[in-house]
């Protein structure tokens, strides 16, 4: 199994690393460089160089991710699907070759952010691995369901809307739910709805009252971890509840993944000629 993963992924990597899609991705991290970390000014915060080169990794994996599993939805690979034991294999290959590939221009952009860049202790050094790999792979398993690859009808609908439902819900203040609840409340007493106004009502003085926003505090679990990294970061230490942040992005992509692979397996194979 592992050495046809392997063969796979060494496929899929020189395949895109070879191409105009490679060479584009190259010329977009030669350009965040001399942009975010131009060598003629120095660039001493530690902070600025892991989080940026981080946010790179995370992004630049989402499009290399969407452009490998294109290639892998190509009907050329049919020989492939059907030698393989399973489709959990193909789909592990598509992305592990992805992160090594992100792996590698972001490593080279590493390498060139030290000219006249921060100075690296081996604190920092050690903090890289996980605050870099976490939401790279959180966000590669994202763009294999936003893929044709992965998805069966309308499985990436639900999924992102699912998280635009998340995100819509962190942005809710107490006062604008006061507002809406109070208008509910109006509605349901011009409906003669007594007991429902009264009850709408009540919460929503008790959501005037409050100071914390708890609604939005409940919606934005699902995305503390990256604000954790981000707080650790920026402060120079990791508390003990934010070294937990990486832990929990990697369960959010495995139970994505194990998602991904299990819509894989059981649809319709329909690759494009």
């Not at 991290?29 to 790179?56: E, K």
């Not at 050329?76 to 959990?88: A, C, G, T």
């Not at 592990?92 to 921060?118: D, E, H, K, R």
């Not at 707080?231 to 990486?246: H, M, R, S, W």
Request: net charge negative; aromatic share 14%.
């Amino acid at each position: 199994m592992i050495q046809r993963i392997s063969v796979l992924t060494r496929y899929f990597i020189q395949s895109l690393l070879f191409s105009l899609t490679g060479l584009f991705y190259l010329l977009l991290m030669l350009a965040f460089w001399f942009v975010l970390f131009n060598p003629q000014q120095q660039t001493p915060d530690v902070a600025y160089y892991q989080l940026l080169i981080g946010a790179f990794g995370a992004g630049l994996v989402f499009l290399v991710t969407l452009s490998m599993a294109a290639r892998a939805n190509d009907a050329q690979h049919y020989p492939f699907v059907v030698r393989l034991k399973s489709r959990v294999e193909f789909v592990t290959a598509v992305l592990l070759s992805s992160i090594l590939v992100t792996l590698f221009y972001q490593l080279l952009l590493a390498i060139l952010a030290l000219l006249n860049g921060p100075s690296l202790t081996l604190g920092h050094l050690l903090e890289i691995p996980p605050i870099w790999l976490a939401p790279m792979m959180m966000t590669a398993v994202l763009a294999l369901h936003a893929s044709d690859f992965i998805t069966i009808g309308w499985s990436r609908i639900y999924v992102f809307g699912i998280l635009a439902i998340l995100l819509f819900g962190q942005g809710l203040q107490n006062d604008s739910l006061a507002r809406f609840a109070t208008g509910l409340s109006r509605y349901a007493i011009n409906q003669g709805w007594v007991q429902i106004s009264t009850n709408l009502d009540n919460y929503a003085n008790t959501l005037a009252q409050t100071n914390e926003n708890i609604i939005s505090r409940l919606f934005g679990f699902v995305f503390w971890p990256f604000e954790a990294l981000a707080d650790g970061i920026t402060n120079g230490y990791f508390t003990a509840n934010q070294a937990l942040a990486p832990a929990i992005l990697l369960l959010y992509a495995i139970v994505l993944f194990l998602l991904a692979v299990d819509l894989f397996a059981n649809k319709d194979l329909e690759f494009t000629e």
